[in-house]
Structures are given as structure tokens and as C-alpha cells.
């Protein structure tokens, strides 16, 4: 089982930075790839960025792309998510995730259900 905390959540005005980080630990030898996903109130859980853990691919949502960026340290077992030209509408409460099984990532890096462990979230708002 891996254990994941996100951390680096706050409140900033509109056009500012926030770095969120995700630490994993536990089995984190069985992960592949993990995974950014938010929620806004009264919305569903949705996907903001992927990296694989080995190769280094990552992938964006078309909402956060040219803004967000997604990176890993394997020594470190974390992954971050820098966020850069934050708007209002970026507001939510944001999850890592890992998929630990083997799966064809190309194909599922955006699919919640393909996720396998989840942190408990850190909030991000964003004001105008």
C-alpha cells in the first residue's frame, strides 16, 4: 500500500504561484504513475496532470496547460505540481494519486478509475 500526502495548498490572488508537492511512501517501488486531479465544490473529481514514474511522461489537461507543470524526484518519492498564472477558476481541492498496477498509461492517464491510491487532498483558492 502506498501512503500519499499532498502538501503546499493556500490562498493566492489571481495570477500568482502555488507548488503543491505529494510525498509517497510505503510501496512506492509498485507505483508507475501518479496522478493530479481537483475538485471544486459541487463538481466532479477532474484530471489536471500525469507523470510516469519511470519515463517521464507527462500529460495536461487542456484547462491548465502552458500554466501547470508536473515533475517528479525519485530519490525524494514526490511529486510536484507548480502552478503558475493561477485564475479563479483553478479553485478546488487537489489529490495525487498513484496507479499501481500495470496499465497502459497512454491510454488511462486521465481516468480516475485507473488510479489506485489517493491523498487526502490539499486546498488550493484562488482570488480575484
Known amino acids: 500500500q502506498v501512503q500519499l500526502v499532498e502538501s503546499g495548498g493556500g490562498l493566492v490572488q489571481a495570477g500568482g504561484s502555488l507548488r503543491l508537492s505529494c510525498a509517497a511512501s510505503?510501496?512506492?517501488?509498485?507505483?508507475?504513475?501518479m496522478g493530479w486531479f481537483r475538485q471544486a465544490p459541487g463538481k466532479e473529481r477532474e484530471f489536471v496532470a500525469a507523470?510516469?514514474?519511470?519515463?517521464?511522461?507527462?500529460y495536461y489537461a487542456d484547462s491548465v496547460k502552458g500554466r501547470f507543470t508536473i515533475s517528479r524526484d525519485n530519490a525524494r518519492n514526490t511529486v510536484y505540481l507548480q502552478m503558475n498564472s493561477l485564475k479563479p477558476e483553478d479553485t478546488a481541492l487537489y489529490y495525487c494519486?498513484?496507479?499501481?498496477?500495470?496499465?497502459?498509461?497512454?491510454?488511462?492517464?486521465?481516468?480516475?478509475?485507473?488510479?489506485?491510491?489517493w491523498g487526502q487532498g490539499t486546498q488550493v483558492t484562488v482570488s480575484s
Open positions: 494519486a498513484t496507479q499501481d498496477r500495470l496499465r497502459d498509461y497512454r491510454s488511462t492517464y486521465y481516468l480516475k478509475a485507473a488510479y489506485d491510491n
Open positions: 510505503g510501496r512506492t517501488f509498485s507505483s508507475y504513475a
Open positions: 507523470i510516469h514514474w519511470r519515463v517521464g511522461i507527462t
